[in-house]
């Protein structure tokens, strides 16, 4: 199995800034995407990033020119520089990976637990 773990979350003034990563270990064979999603409470859960095993990356409108994804393959870790922060940033953001196992020829999208990020107004 693969387990996604993340962190850096936390409380933060608006206009502050936090780094999340996210850390995949287990029977990986290898990983396609990697990304975040968040949800506020009482919303839907919305895609924030996403990066492929070749770098190409996708932003959720709002976010766009305030966070950065990157990934570290040889780590199998995927990040989310956060800058620029507002209020309504304020969600539980999860990470996911489509991995391939070393136990199935398939690919299968696991999830992190979530990691709350707080911004103050």
């Known amino acids: 199995q693969v387990q996604l773990v993340e962190s850096g979350g936390g409380l933060v003034q608006a206009g502050g800034s936090l780094r999340l990563s996210c850390a995949a270990s287990?029977?990986?064979?290898?990983?396609?995407?990697m990304g975040w999603y968040r949800q506020a409470p009482g919303k839907q859960r919305d895609l924030v990033a996403r990066i492929t095993s070749s770098s190409s990356t996708n932003y959720k409108d709002s976010v766009k020119g305030r966070f950065t994804i990157s990934r570290d393959n040889a780590k199998n870790t995927v990040y989310l520089q956060m800058d620029s922060l507002k209020a309504e940033d304020t969600a539980v953001y999860y990470c996911?990976?489509?991995?391939?196992?070393?136990?199935?020829?398939?690919?299968?999208?696991?999830w992190g637990p979530g990691t709350q990020v707080t911004v103050s107004s």
């Open positions: 996911y990976a489509v991995v391939r196992t070393t136990q199935a020829p398939y690919e299968y999208q696991y």
């Open positions: 287990g029977s990986i064979f290898s990983i396609n995407v």
